[in-house]
């Protein structure tokens, strides 16, 4: 399967489709002792400036994980890409099942670091881990690729989300 890292456009770091974005990060980082979804240093977002997030989409643009942070531009978005990539080898997939909704959610750590979450839920816990293993094995072959082929992997999700 062949995928590509897409920028999620958000008017502004406040807009409800941002804010639920950051939600279900620190919902996961909450459940998880040692996993937390900032990466030290990150400088705060202006409630009202633009914000660029990540995600792995397949050939058809079906989402298949997000990233779990916002950032303030592309550049930022893109270092951040290049610092998970180089980490790759060291991703550890999670299961994440919520009980009540009868689903299984996934999300990926690179030591105490959140580095990806899944798109969308499921109804087994072994299909939760098979939709991760893909994501992980998606972004290594990326991380073996090298940084030069992040620049040209990355391209602009012209959707603006509203």
Not at 50 to 55: D, G, K, T
Not at 57 to 84: K, W, Y
Request: aromatic share 6%; with cysteine.
């Amino acid at each position: 399967m062949s995928a590509r890292l897409l920028y999620a456009h958000f008017p502004a770091a406040s807009h409800k489709a941002a804010l639920e974005w950051m939600r279900v990060a620190t919902e996961i980082a909450a459940g998880r002792p040692g996993v937390g979804p900032f990466l030290v240093g990150q400088q705060a977002l202006s409630a009202a400036a633009p914000a660029v997030a990540w995600r792995l989409v397949s050939e058809n643009r079906r989402e298949i994980a997000r990233g779990c942070r916002i950032f303030p531009d592309e550049p930022s978005a893109r270092a951040d890409l290049a610092r998970l990539l180089r980490a790759a080898a060291s991703f550890d997939v999670h299961t994440s099942p919520a009980p009540r909704l009868r689903s299984t959610g996934w999300f990926v750590s690179a030591g105490d670091v959140l580095v990806m979450m899944g798109a969308r839920r499921y109804e087994k816990r072994s299909a939760a881990e098979s939709a991760a293993a893909l994501a992980v094995r998606l972004l290594q072959e990326l991380a073996v690729s090298g940084d030069g082929a992040l620049a040209r992997e990355i391209t602009v999700d012209p959707l603006i989300l509203q």
